[in-house]
């Protein structure tokens, strides 16, 4: 069992920049892939990037690459979002998810653990 635990949400101008953490409970946690989607109102929950079990490999949405980061740490069991040069298309909850999948990107249907969400609000 895994429970994850974002934080770091928040309130942002455009153009602004943003980090979200994702602590993870659980002794296996490198053997799970993660990644982050987000939900805005009234759309489904989307991919934004996974990373896989050693952080050798990622893959972001069209939409946030050259602007979003993810990393890991294993040692610290967590899982980061770096998101730069943030607008306001990007304001949605953020989700830690994790999965046990081989491959990296996976749909929300394939998601193992949820984290509770973190909401992430870019003003124009």
């Known amino acids: 069992q895994i429970q994850l635990v974002e934080s770091g949400g928040g309130l942002v101008q455009a153009g602004g920049s943003l980090r979200l953490s994702c602590a993870a409970s659980?002794?296996?946690?490198?053997?799970?892939?993660a990644g982050w989607f987000r939900q805005a109102p009234g759309k489904e929950r989307q991919f934004v990037t996974a990373i896989n079990w050693s952080g050798g490999r990622t893959d972001y949405a069209d939409s946030v690459k050259g602007r979003f980061t993810i990393s890991r740490d294993n040692a610290k069991n967590m899982v980061y979002l770096q998101m730069n040069s943030l607008k306001p298309d990007d304001t949605a909850v953020y989700y830690c998810?994790?999965?046990?999948?081989?491959?990296?990107?996976?749909?929300?249907?394939?998601?193992?653990?949820w984290g509770q969400g973190t909401q992430v609000t870019v003003s124009s």
């Open positions: 659980g002794r296996t946690f490198s053997r799970y892939g």
């Open positions: 998810a994790f999965h046990s999948r081989a491959r990296l990107r996976v749909g929300v249907h394939e998601i193992d653990y």
